[in-house]
Each structure stands twice: as structure tokens, then as C-alpha cells.
């Protein structure tokens, strides 16, 4: 195979898995781990990559926002398995945010035998949570991102800065150990920011495709998180660094099928 058709595949692979190692790569090309690291530094210099500790993973545009239907469809069994781990975190007799997001959605059935306080601004957290009779629920006041149905803007924020919560499960665009945890609006931002600041231990809940990546707008350094919960496709040198900064790291390990 010739040195192009070579790292037309790389970018192939890459753009449909996110992320490629590069042990992966010298045995689907037979060709030495050089030969690879050659092929991933070209590319990254060409801006079709970003070389990560033992791989590479795609380039997202810092504004990038999948569709809510996109979301649905994208990493699911990964994000199932992160469901799963941090609804263990929840205890009986907590009171927790869930910020609306497809791993919060899937929550939800998880927690149902649990009694507890949840707040949410998400409609659909909100509307699942409400038929259990053990789980009370409130649902903050505010704007509606009718795209996905969750609540923000000032008015939010002032809510919020009126409670103080045990655990918050937060969600996000992207973190990374140098540039922090980061979200692709400012409304987002703003509205994760003030929910951290009353909360005892966040939880980040992120799948593989967000650890190591930086979107629009930070939220805060990855120090004011108490957990990080992924699965096994993040990258691990990421994840060590972030690890440094005092963050519990949590790999959530998928069920085989």
C-alpha cells in the first residue's frame, strides 16, 4: 500500500471511530510503529488530526453541536455503560442535579428505586423522573433551548445560586487537563458554572469522543471536578494528566454483547 493510500485510510478510520491507537494501526497495515507515527504527524500538520499519547483523535470544530437525534445514535453502548457506573454514585437520601444530556437520559431508569431529590433543566429528565412517587423533582425556571429541551439563562442561574446540592452530574462538549472542562455556548457555560460552585462533588460523565477534545467556552479547570466518568476508548494519557489534578477517574467497562 502506498504512503497515501495509507493515510487516506487513517483519516478514514478516524472520522468514523473518532479516535485511532496507534497499535491498532501497524497491525491493520503491517508496517512498523514508526512508519505510523510518521503518517499521524504528517497528517496532524496538514490540520486532518490531533496527535494524542499512543494515537490520534478527529479535529471537531470548537462550535460543533450534534442534533438531538445524532446524540441518541452516537457512542451508545459507551454511554450506556457511563449511565450505569454513575447511577451507582447516587445514594438514598441525596440531593443532585442532572443536566439534560443523552447519558442523563439514560440515568433516569437506573436511580428510579432510589429516594431522592433530583433537580434538573431538563424537560425530559424532569418528565421521566416525575412518575416515580419516592423521587421528588423539580424543574428549574428559565429559557428553553428548544433544541434539546433544557433550561438556561440568567434566570436559571439565579435559581440555582439558591441551592446547594450533594452531587451534580454534568455533562460537556470536551474536557482537557490544560484547558479545563468546556461546553459549546456561553448560556451553557454560565448555567454549568453556577451549578458546580453549589454543588459538594461533580461528576463529569463523558464518553470517549470528549475526553482530550476543547470546544467554544470553558466552564472550569478540571481541578473543580471530584469525578471523571468515561469508558475504555478515552485517551489514558489524558486521562493520567487529569488524574494528577486530583480527579477520581472512573472507566466504565461495556457489557459484552
Not at 461528576?203 to 470517549?208: F, G, M
Request: aromatic residues 6%.
Amino acid at each position: 500500500m502506498l504512503n497515501e493510500e495509507r493515510k487516506m485510510k487513517i483519516i478514514e478510520m478516524i472520522d468514523k471511530e473518532g479516535i485511532v491507537q496507534i497499535q491498532d494501526l501497524t497491525k491493520a497495515f503491517r508496517v512498523s510503529i514508526y512508519t505510523i507515527r510518521r503518517d499521524l504527524s504528517d497528517l496532524e500538520n496538514k490540520g486532518l488530526l490531533r496527535r494524542t499519547h499512543g494515537g490520534a483523535v478527529r479535529i471537531e470544530k470548537s462550535a460543533w453541536l450534534p442534533t438531538i437525534e445524532e446524540g441518541k445514535k452516537e457512542a451508545v453502548a459507551e454511554k450506556k455503560a457511563i449511565a450505569l457506573k454513575a447511577s451507582k454514585y447516587i445514594e438514598g437520601g441525596d440531593c443532585i442535579f442532572m443536566m439534560g444530556s443523552t447519558i442523563t437520559d439514560m440515568i433516569t431508569p437506573n436511580i428510579s428505586g432510589k429516594k431522592i431529590t433530583v433537580v434538573t433543566n431538563s424537560l425530559d429528565v424532569g418528565s421521566a423522573l416525575s412518575q416515580y412517587e419516592n423521587i421528588e423533582t423539580i424543574i428549574i425556571g428559565g429559557r428553553v433551548k428548544n433544541y434539546k429541551g433544557n433550561i438556561l439563562g440568567s434566570k436559571a442561574v439565579d435559581e440555582i445560586n439558591g441551592y446547594h446540592f450533594d452531587k451534580a452530574l454534568i455533562p460537556c462538549g470536551g474536557v482537557q487537563f490544560k484547558a479545563g472542562v468546556t461546553t459549546s455556548t456561553i448560556d451553557s457555560s454560565d448555567f454549568t458554572r453556577a451549578v458546580i460552585n453549589v454543588t459538594r462533588e461533580n461528576i463529569l460523565i463523558a464518553d470517549y469522543r470528549k475526553i482530550g477534545r476543547v470546544t467554544f467556552s470553558k466552564i472550569c479547570d478540571v481541578s473543580r471536578l471530584s469525578r471523571i466518568i468515561t469508558d475504555d476508548k478515552a485517551d489514558t494519557y489524558e486521562l493520567d494528566q487529569i488524574s494528577k489534578k486530583n480527579v477520581a477517574v472512573d472507566i466504565a467497562i461495556i457489557d459484552s454483547p
